[in-house]
T-cell receptor
């Protein structure tokens, strides 16, 4: 049974560009959450998707958007990248409060 | 609102015992998680406490006091591979996790 998978592993982008990160949840999970983790900080909640709808959102600007597909996989899109968007982006899936994290995508904005 | 505090860094010696504390303030309580995170990797689940008391799981134990808004993670017989960040997290009422900044533990020989 595959756990949570994410792609790509690493990504380098330039300021102003757009990026799409992908996540497949653990088998049997229908809820996907995205977190941003800056260096030396704990993960910060971006948003959560359930039944292809954004169920709740953290304190992130509209430049951060997402999507969930019928197979429960999800995408995180970030527009107009800023240097401060450089971080590890984590996807988590789970049932109730038990969340399983993917390996993350390391995004570097130059 | 919700707030979580934990020390930024700790050091310990191989074979020793270390206690990592976490205090929290939440509107409502749905349990407390501890995660381990090695550098550049995803957090991995260590424990989930919802009732007061100590839960032991091998070399790792986690304690919770709901009345004090306090938890700790106890690591025994420290090994070099235990060098990692330890994240304390509480779930909100809608499944999202609120994390502390994490405690970076360095184990020395």
């Amino acid at each position: 049974d595959a756990g949570v998978t994410q792609s790509p592993t690493h990504l380098i982008k330039t300021r102003g560009q757009q990026v799409t990160l992908r996540c497949s949840p653990k088998s049997g999970h229908d809820t996907v959450s995205w977190y941003q983790q800056a260096l030396g900080q704990g993960p910060q909640f971006i948003f959560q998707y359930y039944e292809e709808e954004e169920r709740q959102r953290g304190n992130f600007p509209d430049r951060f958007s997402g999507h969930q597909f019928p197979n429960y996989s999800s995408e995180l899109n970030v527009n107009a990248l800023l240097l401060g968007d450089s971080a590890l982006y984590l996807c988590a899936s789970g049932v109730s409060y038990e969340q399983y994290f993917g390996p993350g995508t390391r995004l570097t904005v130059t | 609102g919700q707030n979580i505090d934990q020390p930024t860094e700790m050091t310990a010696t191989e074979g020793a015992i270390v206690q990592i504390n976490c205090t929290y303030q939440t509107s409502g309580f749905n349990g407390l998680f501890w995660y381990q995170q090695h550098a550049g990797e995803a957090p991995t689940f260590l424990s989930y406490n919802v009732l007061d008391g100590l839960e032991e799981k091998g070399r790792f134990s986690s304690f919770l006091s709901r009345s004090k808004g306090y938890s700790y993670l106890l690591l025994k017989e420290l090994q070099m591979k235990d060098s990692a960040s330890y994240l304390c997290a509480v779930p909100s009422d809608t499944d999202k996790l609120i994390f502390g900044t994490g405690t970076r533990l360095q184990v020395f020989p």
